[in-house]
């Protein structure tokens, strides 16, 4: 079985200060991890993945996130926030079955920056 | 490119009845995933279509049912509606060619279904 967990349900920071936003996982295999954002009354947009290579992972919107096998998470990252960046993110692992993966999310972390 | 659309956007059900959910992929992807999203559970994996074939299926009662077309337009069909199935339902394609663990999805806006 697969499990991600976001141990933060809000995470606060003040605009133009760096955010990290956690997440751990439990996955047999090679992980595979995402992580999406979603804005009120919207759908999911992706943000980043790991798959293998490199474990800085650089995303869209100036988010990256660090993929750390030892402590098995991978966190969310931006060095400088925006208030535009509030907002529910989601982190996702994938475990590959046939040709396809069923992804696994966690409960979410709403992200609030503070003008 | 036109993004994946889902409709309709808004439905409003009471127990018992069915409804039918459509989705709308990207031009050119060819899977579709299907997901619940709930205050209580978050969001769970219903299934995944690739080719009018059922690819992957999340842990959901037979009531939640889906199917493909051959232009990969899909539907999700949930029989015998119970008050726990309200809920947002995103759908999200990929192009699937290249097997859809290394690939992004790409998610439509949901359907808020309420079922009073």
């Known amino acids: 079985a697969q499990s991600v967990a976001q141990p933060e349900d809000q995470v606060n920071v003040a605009e133009g200060n760096p955010l990290t936003v956690k997440c751990t996982y439990s996955?047999?295999?090679?992980?595979?991890l995402f992580w999406y954002v979603q804005y009120p009354n919207r759908g999911l947009q992706f943000l980043l993945k790991?798959?293998?290579?490199?474990?800085l992972v650089k995303g869209s919107y100036g988010f990256e996130a660090e993929f750390n096998k030892s402590q098995t998470s991978f966190h969310l990252k931006k060095p400088s926030a925006l208030v535009s960046d509030s907002a529910l993110y989601f982190c996702a692992v994938g475990r590959q079955t046939g040709g396809s993966y069923i992804p696994t999310f966690g409960r979410g972390t709403s992200l609030i920056v503070h003008p | 490119k036109a993004g994946v659309t889902q409709t309709p956007r808004y439905l409003i059900k009471t127990r018992g009845q069915q409804v039918t959910l459509s989705c709308s992929p990207i031009s050119g992807h060819r899977s579709v995933s299907w997901y619940q999203q709930t205050p209580g559970q978050g969001l769970q994996f219903l299934f995944e279509?690739?080719?009018?074939?059922?690819?992957n299926k999340g842990n959901f009662p037979g009531r939640f049912s889906g199917r493909q077309f051959s232009n990969s337009r899909s539907e999700m069909n949930v029989s015998t509606l119970e008050l726990g199935d309200s809920a947002l339902y995103l759908c999200?394609?990929?192009?699937?060619?290249?097997?859809?663990?290394?690939?992004?999805?790409?998610f439509g806006p949901g359907t808020r279904l309420l079922v009073l």
């Open positions: 996955v047999s295999g090679n992980p595979y």
């Open positions: 999200a394609s990929s192009s699937g060619t290249s097997g859809s663990w290394q690939e992004t999805q790409y």
């Open positions: 279509y690739f080719s009018e074939t059922q690819r």
């Open positions: 790991y798959i293998t290579g490199d474990n």
